[in-house]
């Protein structure tokens, strides 16, 4: 018996230290660390090595959740149909896609991720962190969807003082930035946006990219331009449409009858803990920075347009819609 006790404890090691990678789960007690040359320059999330994690920095937000009433591995979203799908709320760590069907779709999918982009950094900054937030696009997702403006960001909730942009190549360029920079806890949220299901970034290089997320700290989210539903190991997936926006709400509590209201989204959960996919309605306040739950019933439709126009282009040279029958005069027609 004395000589299986060595291999015995072994297994039992490698057993816990996987369940905790594959529960998000993260190991070892809170005890005070060492200053490193991060903490020394600014970042009190110190940019630690590949496999290390920031134990301090994780007390820090485990305290800041108790206070706020939430649970230790989620971030909520405020709307109770999502949260409730997603079991309280975003998760902390991990891999999570966001995709669109089409690529008209891409600009409600990129608010919503930059949305909760700010909720991530909004966290952070409560901790006293700088918390900066690595968006990485692809060469072709760029051309599609364009390039991000600095105003928009800003009004978003972004703080541009600590937000990094990065445009590789290929795709191959862009797993490895993103592998890199899940390596170092500073970064409160690291963005993948692709193009379409690519070959080269399937269920081997998902699961890398998640058990780099998990052992961080540091959320990743894999915005797909115009993808299909596949095989991945991310633990969240969800479909983002644009919905009609709610009429704006003045100070003195009177509606504006004109005008755009806040960016309003409609998220279907895809792939969650729940078993059923759920449906939600939810707007982006740019002053509060946050999400509010939205009624699609309350919402009017608009009005249909006294000249309306195809949704597409037409082609050059080609008709821009089915022609009138006839035209309306003031006597009644002979035949």
Not at 98 to 107: F, H, K, L
Request: aromatic share 6%; proline share 7%; with cysteine.
């Amino acid at each position: 018996m004395a000589e299986n006790a060595v291999p015995r404890e072994t297994v039992l090691a490698l057993r816990d230290a996987i369940a905790r990678l594959e529960r998000d789960r993260p190991s070892g007690s809170c005890r005070p660390t060492f200053e490193t040359e991060g903490e020394r320059a600014g970042f009190s999330a110190s940019a630690r090595s590949l496999g290390g994690q920031d134990v301090a920095g994780q007390c820090r937000a485990k305290q800041y959740r108790i206070e706020q009433g939430g649970q230790d591995d989620v971030l909520p979203l405020g709307v109770p149909d999502l949260d409730h799908a997603m079991s309280g709320g975003l998760p902390l760590k991990g891999l999570s896609e966001i995709r669109v069907a089409e690529t008209r779709d891409v600009g409600a999918a990129t608010g919503f991720t930059l949305g909760l982009a700010a909720l991530y950094q909004t966290r952070r900054k409560a901790l006293g962190e700088l918390g900066p937030i690595l968006w990485i696009s692809e060469t072709m997702a760029g051309k599609e969807a364009g390039e991000p403006y600095g105003v928009g960001l800003s009004l978003l909730g972004i703080d541009l003082r600590a937000a990094l942009f990065s445009r590789p190549r290929n795709l191959q360029q862009a797993l490895w930035i993103a592998e890199a920079a899940l390596g170092f806890s500073v970064f409160s949220a690291v963005i993948l946006e692709i193009r379409g299901n690519p070959a080269r970034l399937g269920l081997p290089e998902s699961r890398r990219l998640q058990l780099r997320s998990v052992a961080s700290g540091v959320p990743i989210f894999l915005l797909r331009q115009a993808g299909e539903e596949e095989s991945s190991s991310a633990h969240l997936r969800l479909l983002v449409r644009p919905a009609p926006a709610a009429p704006f709400m003045l100070p003195d509590g009177t509606m504006l009858s004109t005008g755009i209201g806040h960016p309003a989204f409609h998220v279907v959960a895809e792939k969650t803990r729940a078993f059923s996919p759920v449906d939600a309605y939810l707007e982006w306040s740019s002053h509060a920075r946050r999400f509010y739950p939205l009624d699609p019933v309350a919402v009017p439709l608009p009005a249909n347009a006294a000249d309306p126009v195809p949704v597409l282009s037409t082609s050059v040279g080609r008709q821009g819609g089915t022609p009138a029958v006839g035209r309306v005069v003031a006597f009644k027609r002979a035949s």
